[in-house]
């Protein structure tokens, strides 16, 4: 019995981990969190703005 109700606390944990990770909401959180390995080096940090102008102006154009 308190194996399966430790079964059912582990399943309801991850499916609410899965929603919270993958939410909207969340996005451009985890999108900033993407750039932090890049943050101390200047070059990378450029190259990686250059990036997401060209993304952004990508998809306004799209739209």
Not at 30 to 59: C, G, M, N, W, Y
């Amino acid at each position: 019995m308190i194996r399966g109700l430790g079964t059912v606390v582990v399943m309801v944990a991850f499916v609410g981990l899965a929603l919270w990770v993958f939410s909207s909401r969340r996005k451009s959180e985890f999108d900033e969190a993407t750039l932090l390995p890049f943050a101390d080096d200047p070059e990378a940090s450029e190259h990686v703005e250059q990036a997401q102008a060209q993304a952004k102006a990508s998809r306004s154009n799209n739209e």
